[in-house]
């Protein structure tokens, strides 16, 4: 019989959670460590679809990237997200930073993905910020040939299926990135610092694209959504790899939650 801790012991030898930065909230956020697992869900975030969703196809888990409690919880009714998996039995692990750290997570996720379309030079590959764990948050990788900042928008659109991607203007052909998954705002001096010519990620703020173009440097905001997509995916094979008797798949109901006109 597997139970959750057996699977959250499997996901720490993968992506530790003692690393995680110290402003975050992961591991076995709810439920019971020793209840049973014969069905997991794969997410990047657990809304209300995702619990319904699990409910309905019988998984005693959800496995998913961002926390589902962050921030202190004063009550917890039946009607949020916690108080639904309360209710349903259905027991959630969370990874977030130690996965976004992790040699197998979201930045070589994300590498995968843009390797061929961006020409990215993996033997080139160098670490953006280190954590006292030795590891990283984001890479920086040199080109096989300089891009123009809009033909890398551009492909940066097709390859993430993003529907928009904002990024600053002014900038020059480019010929060494920076890819940080998520929010990476508060990489962006360390991206220049080290000799990048832009900076892959999402949730840019105005100020940081002025400054962007002051410095020219270029920004591409691919939105946070479409830059941690992939985690549904990558730990749906994993754990289906290392359980092979547990039925594993990605929410199909883990979708961006913004609309655009």
């Known amino acids: 019989m597997i139970i959750v801790k057996d699977i959250y012991n499997e996901i720490d030898k993968r992506a530790s959670f003692d690393s995680a930065e110290s402003w975050d909230n992961c591991g076995i956020l709810a439920g019971d460590p020793e209840a049973p697992v ?54 959630a692990i969370c990874t977030h930073t130690p996965f976004d750290m992790s040699p197998s997570g979201m930045a070589k996720g994300l590498f995968d993905i843009l390797e061929e379309p961006l020409g990215l030079i993996r033997s080139s590959e160098e670490p953006l910020k280190i954590t006292g764990e030795n590891l990283s948050i984001g ?56 000799g990048a010519d832009a900076l892959i990620s999402g949730d840019f703020k105005h100020d940081q694209f002025i400054d962007a173009l002051n410095s020219g440097f270029v920004l591409f905001d691919c939105g946070h959504f479409h830059t941690e997509r992939i985690f549904a995916k990558l730990m749906c094979e994993a754990l289906s790899e290392a359980f092979p008797m547990l039925e594993v798949t990605a929410a199909e109901s883990c979708t961006d939650p913004v609309e655009y006109v």
């Open 38 to 91: 014969t069905k997991v869900i794969t997410a990047l975030d657990i809304t209300k679809e995702v619990v319904e969703e699990a409910a309905q196809k019988d998984a005693e888990l959800i496995v998913s990237h961002h926390p589902v409690i962050f921030h202190p919880l004063h009550t917890v009714l039946q009607t949020t997200v916690t108080g639904m998996l309360l209710q349903r039995g259905i027991s």
């Open 139 to 194: 890479k920086l990788y040199r080109l096989r040939e300089p891009l123009s900042p809009e033909t890398c928008a551009g492909r940066l659109k097709e390859a993430l299926g993003c529907k928009y991607v904002r990024f600053s203007r002014g900038g020059k052909n480019m010929s060494k990135i920076a890819l940080c998954s998520g929010s990476g705002g508060s990489e962006i001096s360390l991206a220049m610092e080290k």
